[in-house]
């Protein structure tokens, strides 16, 4: 068990649904990430909030929308998904974005798309 | 343009000691983390190295020479366990703030 928890662990959908991926943390961090993660390849990152504002995308297509509602939760609003974004989609918080500080990872959610 | 290289496979014996090494070329460091991560699971945090040197936790060691864009994490008493991903990550600066680079990872086979 980590303490930051995503869910859900599996989500299968199709490419007109709209999903919402969630995580949760209560360590009191105020840096929080989402990474996609392909099989055997390490962890990618897509958006890091700061102190709930974006302060990051990596260029991240529309279709995924972040959002970052307070200080414990990180929300993933996916719509119009392509079979490519099939992954692993990991949640990780930090104290803060200094260096020394380390990133800890929730379980993920395994996303599908058909 | 950002790199990290990192072997891609080791194969080691149950109580053997293994170095995992890693080169890195990225236009900030702010430091090199190590991140376990065993099939199906989360990345998880083994330890971090701002300045040269050599920091231990348990088991596990991490060094790192910046001078030469160089770090490495060295497992003793290897167990069993050990069996997974290792991903070194350089923490750089961009344009919208700090974020954490990941190489590719190395898979380590720990046999009987």
């Known amino acids: 068990d980590t303490e930051v928890t995503q869910t859900p662990k599996h989500l299968v959908m199709g490419m007109t649904n709209k999903k919402s991926l969630k995580c949760e943390q209560h360590?009191?961090?105020?840096?929080m990430y989402w990474y996609k993660q392909k099989a055997k390849k390490p962890p990618e990152l897509m958006f890091v909030?700061?102190?709930?504002?974006?302060?990051i995308n990596e260029s991240v297509p529309s279709r995924f929308s972040p959002e970052c509602p307070n200080s414990s939760l990180l929300n993933l609003h996916l719509h119009a998904l392509q079979p490519e974004d099939s992954a692993l989609y990991l949640c990780?918080?930090?104290?803060?974005?200094?260096?020394?500080?380390?990133?800890?990872f929730g379980d993920g959610t395994r996303l599908s798309i058909l | 343009g950002q790199s990290l290289e990192q072997p891609s496979e080791v194969t080691a014996v149950e109580g053997a000691i293994v170095q995992i090494n890693c080169t890195y070329q990225?236009?900030?460091?702010?430091?090199l983390s190590w991140y376990q991560q065993h099939d199906g699971g989360a990345p998880t945090f083994l330890s971090y190295?701002?300045?040269?040197g050599l920091e231990e936790t348990g088991r596990f060691s991490s060094f790192l020479s910046r001078s030469d864009s160089y770090g490495y994490l060295l497992l003793q008493e290897l167990q069993m366990k050990d069996s997974a991903s290792y991903f070194c990550?350089?923490?750089?600066?961009?344009?919208?703030?700090?974020?954490?680079?990941f190489g590719a990872g190395t898979r380590l086979f720990v046999k009987a």
């Open positions: 990780a918080s930090s104290q803060d974005l200094a260096g020394r500080q380390p990133q800890h």
């Open positions: 360590m009191g961090h105020r840096a």
């Open positions: 909030y700061s102190y709930e504002k974006l302060s």
């Open positions: 990225t236009s900030g460091f702010y430091g």
């Open positions: 190295n701002a300045l040269d």
């Open positions: 990550a350089v923490r750089d600066r961009g344009t919208g703030g700090f974020k954490t680079i």
